[in-house]
């Protein structure tokens, strides 16, 4: 089987930083995109951004030039880099990824088990 295990969430103060990381393991044969999404309460889950398999990024709007994301295709890791963080940031963040498995011939969408990130002072 295949789990995405997520760490680096916490409590930080508005304009602080954190990192996040996600490391899919398991029956995998190949992985194409990975992600970040995020809900806050009360809100519908968003995409945060995501990364192809060659490095091809997408950030949401709120995100861009506070947040990067990242792969290590070698450890089947995905990373999202928070920087000037702002209380609405707020929310559970999720990974996912986009994989092929040993065991089946087509891409199927895993997730994580997500994290919480809280911006408070």
């Known amino acids: 089987q295949v789990q995405l295990v997520e760490s680096g969430g916490g409590l930080v103060q508005p304009g602080g930083s954190l990192r996040l990381s996600c490391a899919a393991s398991?029956?995998?044969?190949?992985?194409?995109?990975m992600g970040w999404h995020r809900q806050a309460p009360g809100k519908q889950r968003e995409l945060v951004a995501a990364?192809?398999?060659?490095?091809?990024?997408n950030y949401a709007d709120s995100v861009k030039g506070r947040f990067t994301i990242s792969r290590d295709n070698a450890k089947n890791t995905v990373y999202l880099q928070m920087n000037s963080l702002k209380r609405e940031d707020t929310a559970v963040y999720y990974c996912?990824?986009?994989?092929?498995?040993?065991?089946?011939?087509?891409?199927?969408?895993?997730w994580g088990q997500g994290t919480q990130v809280t911006v408070s002072s």
């Open positions: 990364i192809t398999s060659g490095g091809s990024t």
């Open positions: 398991g029956s995998i044969d190949s992985i194409n995109a």
């Open positions: 996912n990824a986009v994989l092929v498995t040993v065991t089946t011939a087509y891409e199927n969408n895993f």
